[in-house]
């Protein structure tokens, strides 16, 4: 079967410096895959490239999305072919409120434009299960969000884009125990809405993967896939660290 998502061997720079030398991973649709690793290891890199973020330039290898090579397409043709990135730390997009960036959005997905009343009505019902207040929608992006606000918004654009393949980074970082399960129940009921949905998630803990059950783990470090496995492999990881493959 066709990958939903698949990387093979890719080498990637940021300020020619070389950052990731060599990745390869695939996740087929309906997959959830974990990247974990120590910081500063390249999976913010790794995403990044992947949505072909200008910033990080790929010097080697393919990224195929689907049976689409979009190693060189720019990051908008990529998202409007499937696939999403939230952000790690959004930044503040000044007089824009949330619905009408969703608005923009979901547009330039669909190939069509959406009136203020369907995207608003396509957000009530994300905004309730994510326990967000209906005023969010008229809020400025990302200005003055507390850090459970950001994570529950990038679950929302998430679910608002309805992506084939979505990529989380460390989405479940800075929020309490009640938020992350929030999160990761958004996360979970995308996923019974799209049972195609290829989910590429970066996190430091166990508790959302025991919610999310990942098919299979990927460790990073230093730019390199070093070791793979099922769940247990974070499991694992949480016990004993990335010790025995630091140098
Ligand atoms: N935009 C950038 N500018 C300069 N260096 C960067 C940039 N993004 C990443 N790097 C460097 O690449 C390495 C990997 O970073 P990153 O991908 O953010 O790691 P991780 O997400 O695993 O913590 C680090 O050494 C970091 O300093
Ligand atoms: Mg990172």
């Not at 309906?30 to 790794?46: D, E, Y």
């Not at 998430?158 to 989405?171: F, I, N, S, Y």
Request: charged share 25%; hydrophobic share 45%.
């Amino acid at each position: 079967m066709t990958s939903a998502i698949e990387i093979r061997d890719l080498i990637v720079s940021v300020d020619a410096s070389e950052i990731l030398h060599g990745v390869s991973l695939a996740v087929a649709p309906g997959k959830v895959h974990a990247v974990m690793g120590p910081n500063g290891s390249g999976k913010s890199t790794l995403l990044n490239a992947i949505a072909g973020n200008p910033m990080y330039q790929t010097t080697s290898g393919q990224v195929l999305l689907g049976d689409e090579d979009i190693t060189f397409s720019p990051p908008d043709v990529r998202a409007k072919a499937g696939l999403f990135l939230a952000f790690q730390y959004p930044e503040a997009v000044p007089g824009v409120p949330v619905i009408q960036f969703l608005r923009q959005a979901m547009s330039a997905r669909r190939g069509t434009d959406l009136s203020v009343l369907e995207v608003r009505i396509a957000m009530m019902e994300w905004m309730q299960r994510l326990g967000m207040d209906p005023s969010f929608a008229e809020r400025y992006l990302n200005e003055g969000f507390s850090g459970g606000e950001k994570k529950r918004n990038e679950v929302l654009q998430m679910a608002m884009l309805d992506p084939q393949v979505a990529m989380l980074d460390e989405t479940d970082s800075g929020l309490d125990v009640d938020a992350m399960k929030v999160v990761a129940r958004g996360i979970e009921a995308l996923r019974g809405s799209n049972a195609d949905l290829a989910i590429l998630i970066v996190t430091h803990y166990q508790r959302i993967l025991d919610i999310l059950e990942p098919d299979r783990v990927h460790v990073l470090v230093n730019g390199r896939v070093v070791d793979e496995g099922d769940a247990s492999l974070a499991r694992k990881l949480e016990r004993k660290g990335y010790e025995q493959w630091r140098s």
